[in-house]
Nanobody, 125 residues
């Protein structure tokens, strides 16, 4: 059973930075494409960024491009989301997610096999 555990959320002022981490256990992390999703109050969960199993391919939604960076350390079974220049509209629960299919390009929640429980990011104005 694959488990994903996020950490690093919290309260930050607009313009500030946070780094989220997600540690995986119980599976072959190094072969899983990974993604970060978020869900704001009253809104649907949406993809923020995704990374291939090797880290060689990365994808960002337009609303975070240039501000957020996704990365991974396969030796540590960990994926990161560095978030800079945070805005109040970035406030959400952020979820780490994985797919078993190493060839899959994550584009939506339907691509996901495993979810973390989420970590709350609150950006004050």
């Amino acid at each position: 059973q694959v488990q994903l555990v996020e950490s690093g959320g919290g309260l930050v002022q607009a313009g500030g930075s946070l780094r989220l981490s997600c540690v995986a256990s119980g599976g072959t992390f190094s072969s899983y494409p990974m993604g970060w999703f978020r869900q704001a109050p009253g809104k649907e969960r949406e993809l923020v960024a995704a990374i291939s199993w090797s880290g060689g391919s990365r994808y960002y939604k337009a609303f975070v491009k240039g501000r957020f960076t996704i990365s991974r350390e396969n030796a540590k079974n960990t994926v990161y989301l560095q978030m800079n220049s945070l805005k109040p509209e970035d406030t959400a629960v952020y979820y780490c997610a994985a797919t078993r299919d190493s060839t899959r390009r994550i584009s939506s929640g339907s691509d996901i096999d495993y979810w973390g429980k989420g970590t709350l990011v609150t950006v004050s104005s």
